[in-house]
């Protein structure tokens, strides 16, 4: 009896941690692309503007990446 609360307990932290982290993971997303896109505009005033844009797919590849992992996970998961 105690094995199976204990396992039904560890599932539920696993998927409510899991679930934080994918939101996380989306709101940085959200909020890098939306920064390049804003201040890509203003890329030719300021050279820190202009390094941050172009680096900043070193942030939002991976992201994408995490993105794509927590759509194909949710597809299977309703199939």
């Known amino acids: 009896m105690i094995s199976t609360v204990t396992a039904t307990t ?3 932290i696993t998927t409510t ?3 934080t982290c994918s939101i996380i993971a989306v709101s940085t997303l959200i909020l890098f692309l939306a920064l390049k896109e804003i201040l890509g505009s203003e890329e030719t ?3 820190r503007i202009r390094s941050f844009v172009s680096e ?3 942030v939002i590849i991976p992201l994408l990446i995490v993105f794509a992992t927590i759509v194909a996970y949710k597809v299977i998961t309703i199939l």
């Open 10 to 12: 560890t599932t539920t």
């Open 17 to 19: 941690t899991v679930q």
């Open 45 to 47: 005033t300021n050279h």
């Open 56 to 58: 900043s797919n070193i």
